[in-house]
């Protein structure tokens, strides 16, 4: 099984930026496409970007499009989501996964941006 551990959260202002990590643990095999997804308290999780396994296709919610950009280190085992210009409608726990997601989920990291 793969683990996934995400981290980079942490408080910022709204127009700041975040960097977010995720690394993969704990395969042999490829991690394939990978997805970052959000949750904000009382809301249900929703996708926010995905990369397919070469980096070669990446797609992004309308919420975060032009913002938000996701990339991988596949030698690091490592996806990132760089979030700039964020808003405090972006406060959330955010986590990875796979894309569809398999039903183990990581900790998360949380997003708090401030107004």
């Known amino acids: 099984q793969v683990q996934l551990v995400e981290s980079g959260g942490g408080l910022v202002q709204a127009g700041g930026s975040l960097r977010l990590s995720c690394a993969a643990s704990?395969?042999?095999?490829?991690?394939?496409?990978m997805a970052w997804y959000r949750q904000a308290p009382g809301k249900q999780r929703e996708w926010v970007a995905f990369?397919?396994?070469?980096?070669?296709?990446?797609n992004y919610a309308d919420s975060v499009r032009g913002r938000f950009t996701i990339s991988r280190d596949n030698a690091k085992n490592t996806v990132y989501l760089q979030m700039n210009n964020l808003k405090p409608e972006d406060t959330a726990v955010y986590y990875c996964?796979?894309?569809?997601?398999?039903?183990?989920w990581g900790q998360g990291t949380q997003v708090t941006v401030s107004s």
């Open positions: 996964n796979r894309r569809p997601p398999s039903s183990l």
């Open positions: 704990g395969s042999e095999y490829s991690i394939g496409t």
């Open positions: 990369i397919t396994t070469s980096g070669g296709i990446t």
